[in-house]
């Protein structure tokens, strides 16, 4: 297993529950880059109706998968399931989001839901949603597999593999080779970089999502809020987090003066009242993004190694869903 984000870290406690012995290689730290940079919120909710199904799925799975780590490691992973709000500024927007379905609540309904809410929301759809928090559960899924036997190696980039006959046989790193029945590749924008020290072609890249998080003072949200591109989440500490951006900056993972400016501009526009909050933290991660918008799991070149990336804005909700599909492809122990 390559990657200690959550994308590699729910697959190896996937297989470890299935019996199957696992080494894990993460280049720096567990969650140190995008999982550890997301908010926790886990909306099924897409402007792409194609990802809407298998994130759904992916969230249907949480209940059980929570109670697991939970039990398993006594990580408190703060889960918990709450309403959120997608709010619309014009009557295009208040059209599009009225087109979805979804229980609508005119302008009246939504500042008596939430109160904070500026005078420009027309109205807004109520979502079901839930929430955690990203880096309680990556190290809760890291321990249950190394409570099951895996073993967990931070600091260790893998460099290459000795393939032959069409198959993977020995993932190489620094400290040496280990033998591999089967290889995972899941270390997000950089699964490309990986998986070309095997001669494969994969089509992920990076995209930066620059995040703010704020103390509001005496503003409260009761709800997340989510717009096209962005969301204020409010945290069990009393905080917001403003997020996120979506820019193609290569492996630049600095937040930006203009970035930051992007998420709070708005976020004051649709809560006044967080001008005057208090900014304490801004910081960036760099999410996977292929060129078709879908991620990729399944098995590349070699017939013994997987890539599992792409996952994009989602990877914390659909963590789950590519664990059990490359459970599936992997079979049992």
């Known amino acids: 297993m390559i990657g200690g984000g959550v994308i590699g870290c729910a ?45 759904l799925q992916s969230l249907a799975l949480f209940p059980e998968l929570i109670a697991r780590l939970e039990k398993d490691t006594g990580i408190n992973i703060e889960y918990r399931v709450q309403q959120g709000l997608q709010p619309a500024l014009s009557e295009e927007e208040a059209s599009a989001l009225r087109a979805t379905g979804e229980h609508w609540l005119d302008a009246q309904e939504c500042r008596k839901a939430e109160p904070s809410l500026s005078y420009e929301v027309m109205g807004a759809v109520l979502l079901e949603h839930a929430h955690l928090t990203p880096p309680r559960f990556v190290r809760a899924l890291a321990m249950a597999a190394a409570l099951r036997g895996a073993s967990i190696n931070e600091g260790t980039p893998v460099t290459g593999f000795d393939i032959k006959g069409g198959e993977v046989r020995r993932v190489i790193t620094g400290s040496g080779s280990h033998e591999a ?16 020290t095997a001669g494969v072609e994969v089509d992920v890249r990076p995209q930066r999502g620059q995040l703010a998080a704020l103390d509001p003072g005496v503003v409260a949200l009761r709800r997340s809020i989510f717009w096209s591109t962005g969301y204020l989440v409010p945290k069990a500490d009393g905080s917001i987090i403003a997020g996120g951006t979506e820019e193609d900056s290569g492996f630049d993972d600095r937040p930006t003066v203009a970035g930051i400016a992007i998420l709070l501009n708005l976020a004051c526009r649709l809560v006044p009242g967080l001008g005057a909050a208090s900014l304490t933290r801004t910081w960036a991660g760099l999410r996977p993004v292929t060129s078709n918008g879908r991620p990729i799991v399944d098995t590349v070149g070699a017939k013994n190694l997987i890539v599992a990336t792409g996952h994009h804005r989602k990877g914390i909700l659909l963590a789950p869903l590519a664990a059990m599909q490359v459970a599936s492809i992997v079979g049992p122990s």
Do not use: N, Y
């Open 11 to 55: 697959i190896a406690e996937r297989l470890s529950l299935d019996g199957h012995q696992i080494t894990l290689f993460e280049r720096d730290q567990l969650a140190s880059h995008a999982s550890g940079a997301a908010a926790g919120e886990l909306s099924p909710q897409s402007t792409a109706s194609r990802a809407e199904e298998p994130a």
């Open 181 to 196: 029945d089967w290889a995972v590749i899941a270390a997000g924008p950089w699964s490309k970089e990986v998986a070309s």
